[in-house]
């Protein structure tokens, strides 16, 4: 079975510059979750999908960050303009009873 | 790569030995818990879970002990390996929600 795919793995952008990352779930997998990981800190929980449906964003920073998961398979998280302090890996993960993770953006702001 | 955890709490252990490590969880309501391992570079990997119906579950060389009179939550892992030298991650879910909520997490460090 293929796991959750992201991309690109590494990024770097300047500061006031937008990036976007993009995630395959595990197939059939209803549930998708967008978390930001900063070093030295657990996974914290930036938006959370049912199908193509919203279930919880109340820790997005929603004047910067965005996310959408058109059709209820693939989804986008997209950072405008960045900030220093939004370095940190992006992780993907879904779920149909277990999560499963992706392995992660690591996003760079200079 | 770059490692996870650079100032997380560490558990140093003997290959061979048992390794214990523990979560306080936050939310008496949850009723779901799982462990996670996490390597530099790669995302969290499902270890084991727990419902809180339960006080003990095992797997493959692997225990999980739920106290819910306490909030606490530990895992056990018999006969340490040096794949098994990672930062783990214990999380709980709320109930009604399909939300993980990440604890803090350990180092744990396999001396050969």
């Known amino acids: 079975e293929a796991g959750v795919a992201q991309s690109p793995r590494y990024k770097i952008i300047e500061k006031r510059q937008s990036v976007a990352f993009w995630c395959n779930p595990i197939?059939?997998?209803?549930?998708l979750y967008w978390y930001q990981q900063i070093l030295g800190q657990g996974p914290k929980l930036l938006i959370q999908?049912?199908?193509?449906?919203?279930?919880?964003d109340s820790q997005l920073p929603k004047d910067r960050f965005s996310a959408e998961r058109l059709k209820g398979v693939d989804s986008t998280l997209k950072i405008q303009p960045a900030k220093l302090e939004d370095s940190a890996v992006y992780l993907c993960?879904?779920?149909?009873?277990?999560?499963?993770f992706g392995p992660g953006t690591r996003l760079t702001v200079t | 790569g770059e490692s996870v955890g650079l100032h997380l709490p560490t558990l140093s252990v003997q290959e061979g030995d048992n390794s214990i490590i523990n979560c306080a969880y936050s939310?008496?309501?949850?009723?779901?818990f799982i462990w996670y391992k996490q390597e530099s570079g790669k995302g969290p990997q499902f270890i084991i879970d727990?419902?809180?119906?339960?006080d003990k579950r095992q797997g493959q060389r692997v225990t999980v002990l739920l106290n819910k009179t306490v909030k606490h939550l530990s895992l056990q892992i018999a006969a340490t390996q040096p794949g098994d030298s990672a930062v783990y991650f214990c999380?709980?879910?709320?109930?009604?929600?399909?939300?993980?909520?990440f604890g803090t997490g350990t180092r744990l460090k396999v001396l050969a």
């Open positions: 999908f049912q199908n193509n449906g919203v279930v919880d």
């Open positions: 999380a709980e879910t709320p109930i009604g929600t399909y939300k993980y909520i």
């Open positions: 197939s059939g997998h209803a549930t």
């Open positions: 993960a879904s779920s149909l009873s277990s999560q499963y």
């Open positions: 939310n008496s309501a949850s009723d779901y």
């Open positions: 727990i419902r809180s119906n339960m």
